[in-house]
């Protein structure tokens, strides 16, 4: 039997809202700090007060755009949460620095899915991540974009990072319940990763939840 993948739901904006999506089978929570663009920004002292209520097994990610293991440290110090998102690329370097000196927190890296370099952009850095979060960023405009577009990308290349990847894969990028089965079966990943498509103006709807919960497991 195949098991269900994991969903980490994103954008976590209070204890209500982590409260709300442990209760519908949430496995992992994403606290959004300052970013370039995109939704659900909050402040680290907001972040560290919600990872810090949030019980053993479910895992809180700290999504950074920083990209030195310095900073990425510096951030960390305060928020406390049992994982780091790196939501931009981060060089070889930084991510072996980081290993050193946070042994005990786990690495996720973005890979943002735009052509099929990105197939080896996911193999380098899956060398020194704990995981790898396929999302549909697009790193290179003048604002970045480095998560909660709403977009869906080309699965068949997620496919295909999934199968040669020596990590575990989590899909991002337009996730809802009207595709998230199709999703499932095309790409095959250890777990989701979704914001918007579970929020009513902005706040996360119990409702889209349950519904986007029931399909993932099976419920069709």
Request: net charge neutral.
């Given at each position: 039997m195949?098991?269900?993948?994991?969903?980490?739901?994103?954008c976590?904006s209070?204890?209500?809202e982590?409260r709300?999506?442990?209760d519908h089978g949430?496995?992992?929570?994403g606290?959004?700090s300052?970013?370039?663009s995109g939704p659900g920004?909050?402040g680290?002292?907001?972040i560290?007060?919600?990872?810090?209520?949030?019980?053993?097994?479910?895992?809180?990610?700290l999504?950074?755009a920083?990209?030195s293991a310095d900073?990425?440290a510096?951030?960390?110090a305060?928020?406390?949460?049992?994982?780091?998102?790196?939501?931009?690329?981060v060089?070889?370097?930084e991510?072996?620095?980081?290993?050193?000196?946070?042994?005990l927190?786990?690495l996720v890296?973005?890979?943002?899915?735009?052509?099929e370099?990105?197939?080896d952009?996911a193999?380098?850095?899956a060398r020194?991540?704990?995981?790898?979060?396929?999302?549909?960023?697009?790193?290179?405009l003048?604002?970045?974009e480095?998560?909660?577009?709403?977009?869906?990308?080309d699965?068949q290349?997620?496919?295909?990072i999934?199968?040669?990847?020596?990590?575990?894969v989590?899909l991002?990028?337009?996730?809802?319940a009207?595709?998230?089965?199709?999703?499932i079966?095309?790409?095959q990943p250890?777990?989701?990763d979704?914001c918007?498509s579970?929020?009513v103006?902005?706040?996360?709807?119990?409702?889209?939840l349950a519904?986007?919960?029931r399909?993932?497991q099976?419920?069709?």
């Amino acid at each position: 039997m195949t098991l269900a993948p994991r969903v980490k739901i994103c954008c976590i904006s209070s204890l209500d809202e982590a409260r709300l999506a442990i209760d519908h089978g949430a496995a992992a929570l994403g606290l959004v700090s300052d970013m370039p663009s995109g939704p659900g920004v909050i402040g680290d002292e907001l972040i560290a007060e919600i990872a810090a209520a949030v019980p053993p097994p479910i895992s809180t990610f700290l999504l950074t755009a920083r990209r030195s293991a310095d900073a990425i440290a510096e951030q960390h110090a305060v928020c406390r949460t049992s994982t780091i998102q790196l939501v931009d690329a981060v060089a070889p370097a930084e991510l072996q620095r980081l290993r050193r000196e946070m042994p005990l927190v786990k690495l996720v890296q973005v890979i943002h899915v735009q052509h099929e370099a990105s197939l080896d952009e996911a193999l380098e850095a899956a060398r020194f991540v704990d995981a790898l979060l396929l999302d549909s960023g697009n790193p290179s405009l003048p604002v970045k974009e480095l998560g909660g577009t709403g977009r869906v990308h080309d699965w068949q290349i997620s496919r295909r990072i999934r199968e040669r990847s020596p990590v575990p894969v989590f899909l991002a990028g337009g996730l809802r319940a009207a595709n998230v089965r199709q999703a499932i079966d095309a790409v095959q990943p250890f777990g989701l990763d979704l914001c918007s498509s579970v929020r009513v103006d902005g706040r996360l709807n119990a409702a889209r939840l349950a519904e986007f919960m029931r399909i993932v497991q099976g419920g069709g």
